[in-house]
Nanobody
Framework: QVQLVESGGGLVQAGGSLRLSCAAT????????MAWFRQAPGKERDFVAV??????AYADSVKGRFTVSKDNAKNTVYLQMNSLKPEDTAVYYC?????????????????WGRGTQVTVSS
């Protein structure tokens, strides 16, 4: 089992920045992908970014603005979000997959945090 706890969400003006954190405990593996998804009201949960070892991938909508990173010593994954837009408003979820997995679908990830709200005002 893997437990994930997100933090760092909040209210920010358009153009501002936030850094989300996801602390992982339990049976964590460095070879397991760690991802961020987001879900706006009335919409599906969408892929944002993923990291495994030094490999990363991003949704087109956040490329160049968001950066995913990982501190293996702390078992923590970060999402640095810059140049935020009102359309980035959503609940952001951290997710962990099985070792060796990779993908942008929610079905790739077996473990999920409870989410943290990000609200970007215009």
């Amino acid at each position: 089992q893997v437990q994930l706890v997100e933090s760092g969400g909040g209210l920010v003006q358009a153009g501002g920045s936030l850094r989300l954190s996801c602390a992982a405990t339990g049976r964590t593996r460095s070879s397991a992908p760690m991802a961020w998804f987001r879900q706006a009201p009335g919409k599906e949960r969408d892929f944002v970014a993923v990291i495994r070892w030094t490999d990363t991938a991003y949704a087109d909508s956040v490329k160049g603005r968001f950066t995913v990173s990982k501190d293996n010593a702390k078992n923590t994954v970060y999402l640095q979000m810059n140049s935020l837009k009102p359309e980035d408003t959503a609940v952001y979820y951290c997710a962990a997959g099985s070792p060796g997995a990779w993908g942008v679908s929610t079905t790739t990830y077996a473990y999920w945090g409870r989410g943290t709200q990000v609200t970007v005002s215009s």
